[in-house]
């Protein structure tokens, strides 16, 4: 989720839904699809930007290859990222003079990418996956304004105004509904 800017910023309100699907593919391997919601909140009373709010969908798709005969527990794929961010920034500029000045602006942002990934799969019963996956996102934006500094699905952006390089390790549990 995204990184708070100063010591006194808060991550609040963070969470991350993810739908995966998966089916054998002719020649081996998988072809996976995933579904997924984000959404975080940072508050900094000491910056400009008092309260960020972050709002997203994502769609993934692509497949999976089964890597050496070890019963299918480690695999290498790549998949492409489909991307929609809504921030919303409470911007607060001090005016001794005259006065402060509040300001509510709102970004939406869209994008597409890819991303390698390799994944290494224990099996905990006949329908229980515990799985843990390293990937690196590669994100452009094509439509929107600003700097996003998190595209769900896609990672943290370190500071590239339309391309997001960003990568990341996750522990998964996965359940199956069909044999």
Do not use: C
């Not at 963070?14 to 909140?41: C, D, F, N, P, T």
């Not at 527990?73 to 961010?85: A, D, E, F, Q, W």
């Not at 229980?128 to 452009?140: F, G, N, P, Q």
Request: net charge positive; proline share 4%; hydrophobic share 35%.
């Amino acid at each position: 989720m995204p990184v708070p800017t100063s010591q006194s910023a808060r991550l609040r309100n963070q969470g991350i839904v993810e739908l995966a699907l998966r089916k054998e593919a002719s020649r081996g391997g998988y072809w996976v699809g995933l579904l997924g919601y984000a959404q975080a909140e940072i508050t900094d009373p000491e910056n400009i930007v008092r309260r960020q709010q972050i709002r997203g969908w994502y769609a993934k798709g692509g497949k999976e290859l089964i890597l050496g005969r070890n019963k299918g527990h480690s695999k290498l794929g790549v998949r492409g990222i489909l991307t929609y961010v809504r921030t919303t920034n409470d911007l607060l500029y001090s005016g001794p003079t005259f006065g402060d000045y509040e300001f509510t602006d709102r970004v939406g942002n869209m994008g597409i990418g890819f991303e390698p990934y390799y994944a290494y799969d224990v099996f905990l019963g006949p329908r229980w996956l515990l799985r843990w996956e390293t990937r690196w996102s590669h994100h452009i934006r094509l439509i929107g304004k600003g700097d996003t500094p998190y595209y769900p699905g896609a990672g943290v952006s370190f500071g590239f105004y339309n391309y997001v390089v960003s990568g990341g390790t996750t522990f998964q549990l996965h359940y199956r509904f069909q044999r």
